[in-house]
């Protein structure tokens, strides 16, 4: 097939079946930086000694990379040697962990940091920030322009997320923008263009095994049975990645129901149910393509959980603007709990970006 098949991103993400009815709610989201806030927590203590240095940056308007780069820069080491926990949106402020491997060397002078990262606090440990280092991370979001007469139907629908959880999609700003990291895979699979490097390769395979994971779960979303547990599914305990078979035990259906433990999937296994009769060739062969190219780069499966459900939940409410605090596991996004909300009108898709 050729890559121009691909659908545009924004029309594919939004085509993804949604678990609750529809919604009449709609809202302007991310049309101030501040409108988008989240915050890392991580699932340990820094020793405050080390090889190390870890810095909390508040940034604005940049991607994590982006900083990583600067960092780099400040301190005269390979990028290679700054660690960080997860990539994080570019429109918002974002509160982000970074590591600096500087062995025997003190902290060099931040001061010539652009303007948009500020250092909040810095202290030490003896390993490199890795992926698995975080415990979870605390959103704050302005939805604006609702009206007045719809706050019932919003704290209905947010009661609803808060106990019940939402599809745990991935969320667009996976596939790069544009889509392109998936126009990427399909260039990688028909042998016309390969990653220029280690680190692209890992995020167009990342992608490609997102994409999979989307349309799978978004299948089992319309059909009605994502919540409910077929014989040998897996199921995967609530903050863990520990997994075990459902053999139709009632034990499990009451987790399920309590959330201690949810339906989880590669997404890779689910993808030929998604193919039957599916009416979207398209997306097929967009589908078999990606699985052959991950089958071919031996790219490993890993479990996720199908349902994610946000924690320590508020909902505020002052003349059109809709403010949400919630907590969400590493790797979930916070695009999928609002799509569940009503009709998101992402401004930052329309707003200039920066020159990174």
């Known amino acids: 097939m050729s890559e121009s098949m691909f659908l545009d991103i924004s029309d594919w993400y939004d085509s993804l079946a949604k678990a609750y009815a529809p919604s009449n709610l709609s809202f302007s989201f991310k049309s101030r930086p501040e409108d988008f806030m989240v915050s890392e927590q991580l699932c340990f203590d820094p020793d405050g000694e080390g090889e190390h240095y870890f810095l909390l940056i508040d940034k604005t308007g940049a991607n994590t990379e982006w900083v990583a780069r600067q960092l780099a820069r400040i301190a005269d080491c390979s990028v290679r040697d700054i660690g960080y926990a997860g990539l994080k949106d570019r429109h918002g402020i ?5 590591s600096m491997y500087l062995p025997g060397q003190p902290l060099p002078s931040l001061d010539s940091l652009p303007s948009d990262i500020k250092v909040v606090s810095i202290t030490q440990h ?3 920030l890795k992926h698995a280092g975080l415990k979870h991370n605390e959103f704050s979001v302005v939805l604006r322009g609702m009206k007045n007469d719809s706050l019932n139907e919003l704290e209905r629908r947010w009661d609803t997320i808060r106990e019940n959880g939402v599809p ?3 969320g667009y700003q996976r596939f790069g923008r544009e889509g392109g990291n998936i126009t990427k895979a399909l260039r990688w699979k028909n042998a016309k263009t390969r990653p220029r490097s280690r680190q692209e390769s890992s995020m167009v395979l990342s992608s490609a095994r997102s994409y999979l994971f989307n349309r799978s779960l978004s299948t089992r979303v319309d059909r009605g049975d994502w919540l409910v547990p077929h014989q040998s599914d897996l199921i995967i305990f609530d903050g863990s990645g520990s997994c075990y078979a459902y053999q139709g035990d009632s034990d499990t259906l009451d987790r399920l129901r309590l959330g201690q433990v949810h339906i989880a999937s590669d997404g890779r296994s689910l993808s030929s149910d998604s193919l039957e009769g599916s009416g979207r060739d398209d997306e097929d062969a967009v589908s078999v393509c990606l699985e052959q190219l991950l089958v071919k780069q031996r790219v490993a499966s890993t ?4 349902r994610v459900i946000p924690k320590s939940c508020q909902l505020t409410f002052k003349n ?4 949400l605090r919630f907590q969400l596991p590493p790797g979930s996004y916070a695009t999928a709990v609002l799509r569940e909300l009503g009709q998101i009108n992402d401004q930052s898709t329309e707003l200039s970006t920066l020159n990174q």
């Open 94 to 98: 974002c509160r982000q962990w970074f």
């Open 126 to 128: 003896k390993k490199k």
């Open 168 to 170: 745990n999609y991935y």
């Open 303 to 306: 479990n996720r959980p199908l």
């Open 320 to 323: 059109d603007e809709v403010q």
